[in-house]
């Protein structure tokens, strides 16, 4: 049995100064990663109370400064910014003359490229996208999720190699997304994640009006075993009252919704039709019986316009 204990990262020479332009949720835990494959993050910027505490927690001893201090003393910079606010961002710090040739720019946003900063890129810098297809808490059980997490990466062909280094010992795996394709990558992990979320806290929502004790137990291995199904079958996946044409027990649906959560009603409408059309479309839902479901889901949908 090999005894050889494993080097302590604070052993190996620092590669890389890193910086941190927008201290949310995202950017300390990237930067925390970074720090155990040896890099040595040196300044951050965050004005909110949370920002800073994050900082504090996940990247304690490292200074807050302004945006173009962090540029000053890094030579990776990480812009985690929200997205709207990047491209000015971008063009505020090329104006400036904080961008140094040869530094490192990367950005986390699913949905841009590296388009976004040629404001940048014309000052000399190296341009890498860099997002993490993963929630975050702003926690330091972010950096431990980020073990096998896939990130979206999108890079020039001379950098490819040094995005695909940075996002693994993040301990990343990259995927390559072209930069006109980057909207609808960033949109497909919407659908996927964020209305997750929506749908997760209104079905808990009603199993608590329904008088369920605790719904997250009731949810977690139904959602779970969901989860597990439709990630390694897709469509074939879908059970439910909609894929088995229940168009009775659909209109119930309906009447309690309205009765106890009319807000919800959209949402049940619109994911049953598209359920409904993606049963039909692979053969799990009989045309005959899709006919009174799709009546029902059409009065439904004219019932909320009133």
């Known amino acids: 049995m090999n005894t050889t204990p494993s080097p302590d ?35 951050a910027s965050g004005v909110s109370d949370a920002s800073r505490r994050r900082a504090a927690a996940l990247l304690p001893d490292v200074p807050l400064v302004t945006p173009a201090e962090v540029l000053e003393r890094a030579e990776l910079v990480l812009l985690t910014v929200p997205d709207d606010a990047l491209p000015g961002l971008v063009s505020g710090l090329a104006e400036t003359g904080a961008v ?13 490229g590296t388009r976004v900063l040629d404001p940048a890129l014309r000052a000399g810098a190296l341009p890498l996208a860099l997002h993490p297809a993963m929630t975050f808490t702003g926690t330091p059980v972010d950096v431990q999720r980020l073990a096998g997490c896939s990130f979206g990466v999108t890079a020039p062909e001379e950098l490819r190699l040094a995005a695909e280094a940075l996002v693994i010992e993040m301990g990343g795996e990259p995927e390559w997304i072209d930069e006109e394709k980057r909207p609808l990558y960033h949109a497909a992990l919407a659908l996927g994640a964020n209305h997750l979320v929506t749908l997760v806290a209104q079905s808990m929502e009603l199993l608590r009006t329904a008088g369920v004790g605790a719904p997250d137990r009731m949810l977690g291995p139904l959602l779970g075993a969901a989860l597990d199904n439709a990630l390694r079958s897709g469509d074939a996946a879908l059970t ?31 994911m049953a039709r598209a359920t409904a059309d993606r049963a039909l479309a692979n053969g799990l839902l009989e045309p005959s019986a899709a006919e009174d479901l799709l009546g029902v889901l059409a009065e439904g949908t004219e019932g909320n316009a009133r």
């Open 240 to 270: 439910g009252p909609v894929a088995r044409g229940d168009a009775g027990t659909v209109a119930a649906h309906v009447e309690q919704l309205r009765a106890h959560a009319p807000a919800a009603v959209a949402g049940y409408l619109a």
């Open 9 to 43: 990262p604070q052993d190996r020479p620092a590669r890389l100064t890193v910086g941190v332009v927008g201290a949310g949720r995202v950017g300390p835990a990237l930067a925390a990663s970074l720090q155990l494959a040896g890099h040595r993050p040196v300044a």
């Open 100 to 112: 140094r040739p040869g530094q490192l720019l990367a950005h986390t946003s699913g949905r841009f």
